[in-house]
């Protein structure tokens, strides 16, 4: 029982995804040759992520359901609401920290480096959108073919380009990204975009009844897994192969990066069945942290 708490913890409470945008984070800037920045970056990356994807949960005003997680929330709220003061404060005071530090250098960044820091938060915030007496309620979330894309692109932009850019800013290291740096961003962006599009199915019913036009809701689960998610799937992978057939990888490093994308495959595969919110949490969105980990494993040790 107390096992299965813990789980509900860490998974409902999204204390996962911020382990996994930190595991991200590591195997992207050892892909890309640059050393790991300090911990305390790393910290700040868990609490915002962890910050941001509860936020939208305890914002929404519902009474007991079947929903595991939304029961979770009801149950738990007085925890969750302390645990984001807790993420905030910290991430507020390590940022502020970091301001004082290095305000001489954010004045000196370029204008294309000033993007790159600013286009993936503004991408969050209007996923969520605004809630305006006058202007109504705008969000990207509501755009159903569109959330997965915008989704990707940001956890691509925090895991992938953040680090290198920190790690520069920090060290006062000039530098642009190299094709290799970019080819890893659209590699993580569309490998995030399609486990966006998995985790859709198990809205499927919801998302119907509101007419949100997900790809699963517009195209049926049949014809989403076989003509979409394996097909992407497929095109992530050999891409991946050639890639690493130009850059001379060692066949123990290919095996290594091709075990998300044939996990990936099974677990779209699976998906023709209705599975629980904990699977689609666990198993689905666990592919980022396999992903991962066998990427650092691959650069560290082949």
């Known amino acids: 029982m107390k096992a299965d708490s813990f789980l509900k913890d860490v998974f409902f409470g999204n204390y996962f995804y911020g382990i996994c945008a930190v595991a991200l984070s590591v195997e992207a800037s050892l892909q890309q040759h640059y050393p790991l920045n300090n911990g305390l ?28 997680r939304t029961n979770w929330y009801i149950n738990n709220i007085h925890f969750v609401k302390r645990s984001q003061v807790v993420m905030l404060l910290v991430s507020a005071s390590l940022l502020a920290v ?27 915030i209007l996923y969520y959108g605004i809630n305006h ?40 290291v000039e530098g642009v990204f190299t094709p290799l740096g970019w080819f890893l961003f659209i590699k993580n962006f569309m490998f995030v975009t399609v486990l966006c599009i998995m985790f859709d199915i198990k809205d499927y019913a919801t998302d119907y009844n509101h007419d949100l036009k997900t790809f699963v809701v517009k195209n049926g689960l049949r014809k989403t897994i076989f003509y979409i998610i394996i097909p992407l799937s497929l095109a992530g992978l050999g891409s991946f192969l050639l890639f690493a057939v130009v850059r001379e990888f060692s066949l123990m490093r290919i095996v290594l990066n091709t075990i998300p994308f044939l996990l990936m495959l099974i677990l779209a595969y699976s998906l023709q069945k209705r599975k629980s919110i904990l699977y689609y949490l666990a198993l689905v969105d666990g592919l980022m942290l396999v992903k991962a980990v066998c990427g650092t494993v691959g650069i560290l040790y082949f």
Do not use: C, D
């Not at 700040?44 to 509860?54: K, N, P």
């Not at 970091?98 to 938060?121: D, K, M, N, Y």
């Open 41 to 68: 970056y790393y910290a700040v990356v868990f609490a915002l992520t962890t910050w941001y994807y509860t936020k939208a949960y305890i914002t929404e005003r519902r009474g007991p359901t079947a929903n595991q």
């Open 98 to 124: 970091f301001l004082a530090g290095h305000f001489r250098q954010l004045l000196s960044l370029s204008f294309w480096q000033w993007f790159l820091i600013f286009v993936f938060p503004i991408a969050a």
């Open 133 to 172: 007496k006058r202007l109504g309620r705008r969000n990207i979330r509501s755009i159903g073919w569109l959330k997965p894309f915008v989704i990707g692109f940001t956890w691509a932009g925090l895991t992938t380009i953040y680090p290198i850019v920190f790690y520069m800013l920090v060290n006062h």
